[in-house]
């Protein structure tokens, strides 16, 4: 088996650990520490359980066990102070959290770039495992206002998908673009780099619904499976559970069979409750300002009803740190809403990646770096198709110094989405990692791509001005920060040292400069 991380191939079989092209040497007992540690991943490993795998039992020294740590860390380009890649958990023990894909003959290529002879945004990438779109399910209701309980069933058999590390999912916004409109196969996977296609329509009527799904394949246009289900209204949980194993089991009955229990996921209490955090996604995902207000109001009813509802607390979480961001609330008043609500979210549902995600957006704010990063990464285990998460890991890594992984995370979120209405804020993020790592041509680059996708996007137009401004670029600069102050009146020096979360003091004193020499105070 192939473990794809960074820019390193372990692969089991042959016992070799690659960099690009070139064959590492390396240890076999520090081969079989690495591997342990990547093969798992999704937990924390105990000094015991290496003692018990690499060296059978048999008494092993502090020192030796911390030799063989730092031998596997420098084996993969990390060490003790970064731990980007093997971190030590305090008196618990170790974990590889470094972005892992599967394949026994993967192609060990390197990530494409954001740069201008890289495909741009919104492009599909070519894909390492096998890639599947959830379209929108038609509503067959014949009422418009019903639209959100189709959308709030497509988009629960893509969450329940995602779960499954092996197979692609294409995050929501992308998918839910072609809602309305009449594709072909083909098209669709053109243009997201798929080769399943998941249809489907939903009738609610009274206490009952029917709900119908097809997978296809695109290369031959023909299907694969097939299903109509006609349940009360109390079942439709399960019947998404239902259809998602379906799709899985037909893709690959042998995986499927190892990875079905993946694929569940906790229902709330009430179906009332259900159906507001529906209709509350379905703003959400507008990325408008007014539209997050609907959201909040509707996923607090819905807590209301269900206090125990873990997606709700976590979407109505994840909302505030969204529009503190985005410079539509106030950060120090929403941050810690978020906090409370992503907290309460995790007591209620520790397996709610919305949940976690939203944790780790407050604590980024709360410089709490450490912990922000172990939380996005958890929110990634749970989904990793999450391409919001994705967005924002990219954004916590850049503003911790590591700029080249949070420029692969930003790569990951638009290749997950590329047709995502979030697409402008993942080029913005990608655009400050750029800015960190000094490249700043590319930084203007890519937060005027921002700005073209979402023209009051503040984020995109704080970097614009800060890269303009270092890169020489003075008329460029000066006009951008016109443009900032429009978007954001309360821009000040003072503002960005309190409130843009840097880990670094370099960091921190290059933004800051750059802004001066554009002309802020």
């Known amino acids: ?137 038609i509503n067959m209701s014949g009422e418009p206002e019903q639209e959100y309980f189709s959308d709030g069933i497509s988009e629960d058999v893509i969450t329940a998908l995602s779960r499954l590390r092996w197979v692609y999912v294409i995050a929501r916004n992308s998918s839910f673009v072609y809602k309305g409109r009449a594709v072909h196969l083909a098209q669709v996977g053109s243009e997201l780099g798929v080769s399943y296609v998941v249809q489907g329509s939903v009738r609610k009527a009274g206490d009952r619904v029917r709900i119908t799904a097809q997978l296809n394949a695109v290369a031959t246009g023909s299907h694969i499976w097939a299903e109509r289900y006609d349940r009360a209204l109390a079942d439709v949980f399960a019947v998404q559970d239902e259809i998602s194993q379906a799709i899985v089991g037909a893709i690959e009955p042998q995986l499927y069979a190892a990875e079905s229990s993946h694929a569940r996921r906790s229902a709330p209490d009430s179906l009332d409750a259900w159906d507001l955090v529906m209709r509350a996604l379905s703003h959400y995902w507008r990325v408008t300002r007014q539209d ?36 539509w609330e106030d950060m120090a008043t929403a941050m810690p809403i978020a906090e409370r609500a992503a907290r309460a979210a ?104 921002g700005l073209r996708l979402k023209a009051d996007f503040v984020g995109a137009h704080r970097v614009l001005t800060a890269a303009a401004a270092m890169a020489g670029q003075h008329e460029e600069a000066r006009a951008a920060l016109g443009e900032l102050r429009r978007a954001q009146p309360n821009i000040s020096l003072a503002w960005l040292g309190e409130h843009i979360p840097f880990k670094r003091d370099v960091d921190r004193a290059s933004y800051l400069e750059a802004f001066r020499r554009a002309g802020l105070e």
Not at 102 to 125: C, D, M, N, R, Y
Not at 309 to 321: E, M
Request: net charge negative; hydrophobic share 45%.
């Open 292 to 327: 997050n207000v609907v959201a909040q109001a509707l996923l607090e009813k819905a807590i209301s009803i269900d206090p125990n509802y873990g997606q709700a607390l976590g979407v109505l979480a994840t909302s505030h740190a969204f529009t503190a961001h985005m410079g």
């Open 1 to 137: 088996m192939q473990f794809h991380f960074s820019d390193h191939v372990l692969d089991t079989g042959r016992r070799e650990l690659l960099r690009g092209q070139e064959r590492l040497e390396i240890e076999p007992q520090v081969f079989d520490l690495l591997a342990y540690l990547v093969q798992n991943r999704d937990r924390v490993v105990s000094k015991d359980d290496l003692i018990e795998a690499i060296w059978q039992g048999r008494v092993v020294s502090e020192s030796t066990l911390t030799s063989r740590i730092n031998a596997a860390r420098k084996a993969v380009g990390d060490n003790g102070q970064d731990q980007r890649l093997i971190r030590t958990l305090a008196r618990k023990g170790f974990r590889f959290v470094g972005m892992v894909a599967e394949g026994s003959e993967l192609a060990a290529a390197p990530a494409t770039s954001f740069s201008a002879s890289g495909p741009a945004p919104g492009q599909p990438v070519p894909l390492d495992r096998p890639g599947i779109a959830v379209l929108p399910f």
């Open 346 to 449: 995790i007591r209620a549902d520790s397996e709610d990646p919305w949940a976690h995600h939203a944790l780790g957006h407050a604590l980024l704010f709360a410089r709490r770096f450490d912990d922000c990063l172990a939380e996005f990464e958890l929110a990634l285990q749970l989904n990793p198709s999450f391409s919001l998460a994705h967005g924002f890991y990219a954004l916590a890594l850049s503003y911790s110094g590591r700029w080249e992984d949070g420029d692969r995370a930003a790569r990951r979120a638009l290749r997950l989405s590329p047709r995502d209405p979030c697409a402008a804020i993942y080029c913005g993020i990608a655009a400050y990692a750029q800015f960190v790592g000094g490249n700043y041509d590319e930084a203007i680059r890519l937060s005027r791509e």
